[in-house]
């Protein structure tokens, strides 16, 4: 069926309509509405319904039993109320085809919810939707979504969403500052931090193996920033550590005794481990033998953990 352009005044019914070898509604406006409830339509391998900038004044229905086997394709479409496709069937005959082709697209709500998981890729990138509600059971495996802009999300849960925002064969960073944008608008600045997380950990596939080394170093010490305890823990760590080695090894005094202070393990640990010299033991005291090199490494360590700390909490060397 060939209508592009096609005007309709009032709402356009096909329910139960059954429609072979594709169906052509580029740049048609339904001012009613457009209802195809129960409505099959055949063209796998191709394009079931090819829709791209239709404008539908108030509800588009492509639901209670509509199904497309083809590429359902409503690019750069313009919806005024809800699009639904609630207990719809998608299906492109093709797992390298787009089952839905979504993108550019303008909606007041999309209700995604078919009967059964979507089979081919669905894109919505750069689209723009109040709310999209949707659940994990019907996501396909690949799933664009660079570009989206939501105001509510609804089904799903925080570890489903990141599933959500990672199923883009490429990394894309507004996914993920998109869904970290919810979560903060609703309160759970908890879940906004561990989506920032999570994104700065897909991006480290995508580095250079210095850039993934300090990438990874920044993960475990401050966690980006964003776990600035972390660092804290690390340091904790070596500084008991530290001193249980020099308690049991005691380096030698550099000066003559009485010029030098009372030794101490837990301050020596902690001077070698702060990056300046605080206390004075790091200088009257030198360690022999396998504790030298536990010495060497808790002052390289004190850097390290100095460096990510600064790095981290400020946010310089983190990615927008």
């Excluded at 090819?50 to 509509?66: K, N, Y």
């Excluded at 689209?127 to 509600?133: A, D, E, G, P, Y």
């Excluded at 490494?297 to 390290?304: E, T």
Aim: hydrophobic share 45%; net charge neutral.
């Amino acid at each position: 069926m060939f209508a592009g352009g096609l005007v309709v005044d009032v709402g356009c019914f096909a329910r139960g309509a059954v429609l072979t070898g594709g169906v052509r509604l580029t740049g048609a406006r339904m001012n009613g509405g457009l209802f195809m409830e129960g409505a099959k339509l055949v063209n796998p391998g191709r394009i079931a319904l090819d829709a791209q900038s239709m404008v539908v004044e108030d509800t588009a229905e492509f639901s209670q039993g509509f199904s497309a086997f083809g590429t359902v394709r409503i690019r750069n479409a313009r919806f005024t109320g809800i699009v639904s496709f609630s207990r719809a069937f998608l299906d492109s005959g093709d797992p390298a085809r787009m089952a839905l082709h979504a993108s550019h697209m303008t909606a007041d709500e999309l209700l995604l919810w078919p009967e059964e998981r979507i089979k081919g890729r669905v894109s919505l990138s750069y689209s723009r939707v109040s709310l999209v509600m949707d659940h994990p059971d019907i996501w396909p495996d690949e799933l664009y979504l660079n570009g989206l802009v939501y105001e509510t999300l609804r089904g799903g849960e925080f570890k489903d969403r990141l599933s959500w925002v990672s199923r883009d064969p490429e990394f894309h960073l507004q996914p993920f500052e998109q869904l970290a944008t919810w979560y903060h608008s609703v309160g759970h600045d908890d879940l906004a931090r561990k989506v920032q997380l999570a994104k700065l950990r897909a991006r480290r596939r995508s580095l250079n193996p210095v850039g993934k080394g300090w990438n990874t170093l920044l993960d475990w010490t401050v966690g980006y920033g964003y776990r600035p305890w972390l660092a804290f823990a690390w340091f904790g760590v070596l500084l008991v550590a530290g001193t249980v080695v020099f308690s049991l090894d005691r380096p030698t005094p550099i000066k003559q005794p009485a010029e030098v202070p009372r030794f101490h393990a837990l301050v020596y640990s902690l001077d070698l481990l702060i990056p300046i010299d605080t206390f004075g033991q790091q200088q009257a005291f030198d360690p022999s033998g396998w504790s030298r090199w536990v010495a060497y490494g808790l002052v390289a360590a004190g850097w390290v953990l100095a460096t990510a700390l600064i790095a981290g909490v400020t946010r310089v060397l983190r990615p927008n």
